[in-house]
C-alpha cells in the first residue's frame, strides 16, 4: 500500500508510529526503568498512590507498561534489595569478633580477678 493511498487520520497515524521510541521495546528496558525510579516509586506508594495510578502515568509519558507488570518488576526489584542488604549484614558479621559468651565476660570484667593479677605483678618484685 502507497503512503498516497492512505487518509489523513491513516497519515497521522503511520507518523506517531514511526515516532514511538525504540527503547521501549529493548529487552529489559522496562526493569532498568523501574530500578531507576524505585525511590520514586516506593515515595508515591508511601503517599497512597496505587501501581495503577503510576502505570497509567508511566503510559501517558511514552512508555507503556502494565500495571502487572509494573508491580512485578518493582516487587522484584525490591526483593533483590533486601536480599543484598541481608547477605551485607551477614558479612559484616561474619569479620566481626564473635560474641563472648556472658559467663566469660563476667569472669574477665571482675574486679577481683583483675585486683589478683594486679597483686601477683607486685608480690613478684
Known sequence: MNQSELSPLEKAIAKRIDK???KASKPGYLRTLVAKLHLRIEAAL??????????ESITESGVKISTATLKQYH??????????????????GSILPP??????????NTPDRKQSVVNKLFASK
Open 20 to 22: 514511538t521510541k525504540d
Open 46 to 55: 508511601a503517599r497512597g498512590c496505587e501501581y495503577d495510578d503510576l502505570a
Open 75 to 92: 516487587t522484584e526489584y525490591r526483593r533483590s534489595l533486601n536480599e543484598e542488604a541481608e547477605e551485607k549484614s551477614n558479612t559484616v
Open 99 to 108: 560474641e563472648q559468651p556472658e559467663e566469660i565476660k563476667q569472669q574477665v
